[in-house]
């Protein structure tokens, strides 16, 4: 028995480790979409894209300019890009990585 026991630990800790997922989610508004990021493909991150308008209230509320890209891990927030006064974000991958590399 306790050598099944330890045989599940050792396949199913490395993967429980690596399982750290990150997810980028944009949030922008319909009438802004031009202005939306052009976010890269990563390996390994998970990308989402969301409308203002579809968000509750208590969100919207907190939103003060769009776009705003939001780094999530394992679904706690822990980086955010907002968009400056002319409703415009530059993002690059490299920003991206930094912040990935930041949160391991």
């Not at 050598?3 to 750290?20: D, E, S």
């Not at 006064?85 to 991206?96: A, Q, V």
């Amino acid at each position: 028995m306790r050598t099944l026991i330890c045989l599940g630990l050792f396949f199913l800790l490395p993967h429980a480790i690596k399982a750290q997922q990150f997810t980028l989610v944009q949030i922008n508004a319909k009438w802004n979409e031009k202005n939306s990021v052009n976010i890269p493909c990563i390996d390994g991150v998970k990308y989402t894209y969301a409308s203002l308008e579809e968000q509750n209230k208590s969100l919207r509320d907190k939103i003060k300019a769009v776009p705003v890209v939001i780094l999530y891990k394992n679904n706690t927030p822990v980086y955010q890009w907002n968009a400056n006064l002319s409703f415009e974000l530059s993002l690059k991958e490299d920003d991206i990585l930094e912040q990935i590399n930041t949160w391991r």
